[in-house]
């Protein structure tokens, strides 16, 4: 999803359900469990999800609980009734 130039074209297309790993729930996290991306990428895939779910898009968040994001599941919780989305624990 970070690869999402212009979240507003994508929703426009009309998803009906998105399943999105999100394995975080803040730009600490996210680096920690995505060691190949940067901090300042969080909050575009905030808003891409955002975006998405404004556009009547069913957001599902998979979250892998394992040591580097389990402190984080709070705000996980917050992140995903912001988004109005369920939440996938594995």
């Known amino acids: 999803l970070t690869l999402a130039k212009d979240p507003e074209r994508l929703a426009s297309i009309g ?21 190949n991306r940067k901090a300042s990428d969080f909050p575009k895939l905030l808003d891409l999800l955002g975006v998405m779910s404004q556009h009547g898009t069913k957001i ?25 989305a369920e939440i996938q624990f594995k």
């Open 15 to 35: 998803v009906d359900t998105l399943l999105a790993n999100f394995s975080s729930a803040d730009a600490e996290s996210y680096v920690a469990f995505h060691p």
């Open 60 to 84: 599902k968040l998979v979250f892998v609980i394992c040591a580097v994001n389990v402190s984080v599941i709070e705000k996980l919780i917050d992140v995903a009734a912001s988004l109005s």
